[in-house]
């Protein structure tokens, strides 16, 4: 088993208000312990970063229609929350839609590694996780769902979310089962 650990959208502005706001130092602390395992076993880690151009040409028909401007490029706000353990030999892909598969060089980088198992992190459970869950699973790579280190705005659409990847996509772990892979 070659792993890798993918951690998306710890972006400062999901963290400004409401339930990821309340659960960031949880969600941090969990991440980074993750990290710190994957540093100290080589283990490759890849930051995920969603980011758009303040007129929204290259983002999502619902962010484009709504005029939605988060995580717009030049801002803090689409910059990783300065609390993670983020090293300089890092991997970071920018993505511009739910999925880190979607018109990224995430699979490639994934060959590149030699990849065969993904251990995803992040937010949200039911849109990026989500879709990045099965586009991994859809391309054939183990996914390990990080329990402990996945939460989303929605709690029941989190819990929901989980409940579905669980059944037929990934294998959910909590930070204590995965240190033991």
């Known amino acids: 088993m070659k792993k ?3 951690i998306i959208d710890l972006l400062q502005d999901f963290f400004k208000e409401g339930l990821l706001a309340e659960h960031q130092q949880k969600l941090v602390t969990s ?3 993750l990290v710190d395992i994957a540093h100290k076993q080589n283990i490759p880690v890849i930051w995920v970063r969603q980011e758009y151009k303040i ?11 709504n005029n939605k401007l988060i995580t717009i490029e030049n801002t803090a706000g689409c910059k990783l929350l300065p609390t993670l353990h983020y090293e300089k030999n890092d991997y970071e892909i920018v993505k511009k839609r739910y999925s880190a ?3 990224t060089n995430l699979e490639k980088l994934l060959k590149q590694l030699k990849i065969d198992t993904l251990i995803i992190t992040g937010v949200n459970t039911m849109t990026c ?3 990045t869950a099965i586009d991994a699973y859809q391309r054939d790579y183990e996914v390990i769902l990080a329990l402990d280190a996945i939460d989303a705005y929605d709690i029941e659409q989190h819990k929901n979310s989980i409940k579905y990847l669980e059944y037929a996509v990934a294998q959910g772990m909590h930070n204590d089962e995965i240190k033991k892979l």
């Open 4 to 6: 890798a650990l993918l």
């Open 31 to 33: 991440i980074n312990e």
């Open 55 to 65: 007129d929204l040409s290259d983002a999502p028909l619902y962010n484009r229609k």
């Open 101 to 103: 598969f979607f018109k």
């Open 129 to 131: 996780v989500r879709t």
